[in-house]
């Protein structure tokens, strides 16, 4: 994406362990900018996906592109990919096609988005903030590898790596949630809500995941 390609090379030692907790009121704080830091989180799906709803809430005073949420396979490593362009904007990707949705600025708060794609209809739901936007259309019968490496903070160029360290994310995220399936326009509103929400294999309240790198777990300071 942008023009520093830098190749991430794991290197043992970097690498965290794999840990499986409750992160209510938790964060992952991405320290610093640019940064080579990201965060595996599993289990990724065990069949090709038809739908799927992606959710999560991030807080930065960035204003270049970012990478929030990567889902790679080997075919197609913008499997699913959900990022920021500029302020004001969020591209979703699914199969390496993406659609843009026009959000208010970030007004230096805390922004919760949801995105839900299904094959049979190609439709994109995109919530910001519990408010659904216009409805758009993307890859209408397509299905969604499995055997994925999922990532977040960084934009996957390659299976499980080639990050471009400038598109990078740097700031706090949490709530992250996926499902395999479309949620009702009130589950949507839940998740904004931190209310109680379907049952889901990754999930904030059950996260298994992985640090690699320079990736803080903090307390929320407020909502
Ligand atoms: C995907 O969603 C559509 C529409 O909600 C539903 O009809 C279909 O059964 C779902 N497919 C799978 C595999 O869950």
């Not at 408010?131 to 993307?138: A, T």
């Not at 904030?204 to 790198?213: A, D, P, S, T, V």
Request: a neutral charge; one cysteine or more.
């Amino acid at each position: 994406m942008g023009k520093l390609q830098l190749w991430f090379l794991v290197i043992a030692g970097i690498s965290g362990a794999l840990a499986q907790e409750d992160l209510y009121r938790k964060v992952f704080v991405f320290r610093n900018d640019p940064n080579e830091a990201y965060v595996v989180v599993k289990p990724e799906p065990e069949w090709p996906l038809q739908n799927f709803t992606v959710c999560l809430r991030s807080y930065t005073d960035l204003t270049r592109p970012y990478g929030l949420f990567s889902y790679a396979t080997k075919a197609q490593y913008s499997e699913i990919l959900l990022l920021k362009p500029k302020p004001g904007e969020y591209r979703l990707y699914v199969g390496g096609a993406y659609v843009t949705f026009r959000v208010p600025e970030n007004r230096m708060e805390w922004e919760h988005v949801c995105a839900s794609w299904e094959s049979a209809t190609g439709i994109v739901e995109f919530w910001v903030n519990g408010k659904p936007l216009p409805r758009k259309g993307l890859q209408k019968g397509y299905s969604i590898g499995a055997e994925a490496v999922i990532i977040l903070g960084q934009e996957q160029d390659s299976f499980g790596g080639g990050f471009d360290f400038y598109n990078s994310f740097m700031g706090e995220m949490t709530d992250v949630y996926m499902w395999e399936h479309g949620l009702s326009p009130g589950k949507m509103r839940a998740a904004y809500q931190s209310l109680t929400l379907p049952p889901c294999a990754l999930g904030w309240r059950n996260l298994l995941y992985e640090i690699k790198g320079d990736v803080v777990v903090k307390p929320r300071l407020r909502d």
